[in-house]
């Protein structure tokens, strides 16, 4: 497996910056999630790696040799896609082998068995090997997809929200799938998503990006627990981290040019209403499945999480506190300001 790098590339598509100076080093056997809305750049970003596009500036990079200029097939590199791509006219079987049977491999047709099995063994789907690949289920199929991958050995995958098409339940059990096989194989992986869940469980780092650029780049605890920008924490996290406008404080008491101070719902105190230094909240909505409280405060809503027994009312008034050890500062540019 080899290491990634992405040397200030910058891609346009007429007057839109799809990437815009981007460099991200991704080491041997590391699995780097790219998350980011939709437009953010993550699939144009593999499609640059993989050589499907062209870079307007900057260089690439992969295992250590300039891939800018190298054509897709000679970067020994796999492209998982959101949609299956399976041949609907051969078998599972068929659709493993068809990659090594290419003209530019030449291998024995006793090795492509062997390789085929060993795959199919990983991805447990020996008993399917004679099976057409129209009688599959969306999971298995996706299966398919990544074992016609993994075939190939090549250097580097690159997935494109390859689970996104698949239900709730699909989609969960497949990332517990690629985890073991990352582990199994000690792959390089560059993974696109906009699901946050997919990044936290699947990602040694996480890059967050916005607009064509990476505006952080660490592991998923890093960017949960200390967001270099108001976007970045606004990208993990369920419920939500808190948003409030900076008139909710005591001016005095806020870094020099904050415009919105941030908190997990998690880190809001609940308290006895006749607690020093607490405020009052009204219940908007309690939910108890998920010990998710919704709360006003001068017309900001705010989201709090609590493992309390009690029983909460809409319309009711609660007593919380914000500690100044969990807010997080940010400037009206959205970057993060040091507390």
Do not use: W
Not at 107 to 115: I, W
Request: neutral net charge; proline residues 6%; glycine residues 8%.
């Amino acid at each position: 497996m080899s290491e990634i790098r992405l040397q200030q590339v910058t891609k346009r598509f007429g007057d839109i910056v799809a990437v815009d100076r981007m460099s991200i080093d991704v080491k041997e056997g590391e699995f780097v999630v790219l998350l980011g809305p939709s437009g953010a750049g993550k699939t144009t970003t593999l499609r640059l790696i993989a050589g499907l596009e062209r870079p307007d500036e900057g260089a690439i990079f992969i295992d250590g040799e300039a891939a800018t200029d190298a054509h897709p097939a000679d970067r020994d590199v796999a492209f998982i896609f959101q949609q299956y791509s399976l041949y609907p006219h051969l078998t599972v079987f068929g659709n493993l082998a068809f990659p090594l049977r290419s003209p530019r491999r030449r291998l024995r047709e006793a090795e492509v068995t062997a390789r085929v099995q060993e795959v199919a063994q990983m991805l447990h789907m020996e008993s399917k090997l004679g099976n057409m690949a129209t009688h599959l289920s969306g999971g298995e199929m996706q299966r398919v997809a990544i074992g016609r991958a993994l075939v190939r050995q090549p250097k580097v995958f690159l997935m494109d929200e390859p689970l996104s098409s698949l239900d709730a339940k699909l989609r969960e059990e497949m990332r517990i799938e690629l985890k073991r096989l990352h582990r199994t194989i000690g792959a390089t992986i560059v993974y696109v998503t906009h699901d946050q869940v997919e990044a936290t469980t699947l990602a040694d780092r996480i890059g967050i990006l916005e607009h064509g650029c990476i505006v952080q780049m660490g592991t998923p605890r890093e960017v949960y627990g200390n967001p270099a920008s108001l976007g970045a924490a606004q990208r993990l996290g369920s419920p939500p981290i808190n948003v409030l406008p900076a008139t909710l404080f005591d001016f005095a008491a806020l870094p020099e040019g904050t415009s919105t101070v941030a908190i997990r719902p998690e880190d809001i105190v609940l308290h006895a209403l006749d607690a020093r230094d607490v405020l009052n909240f009204r219940v908007l909505e309690y939910s108890p499945l998920r010990h998710l409280l919704i709360l006003d405060r001068e017309g900001t809503a705010i989201a709090a999480t609590t493992m309390t027994e009690r029983n909460f009312v809409p319309g009711q008034t609660v007593g919380a506190s914000l500690p100044p050890r969990s807010l997080l500062y940010f400037g009206s540019d959205g970057r993060r300001i040091p507390a």
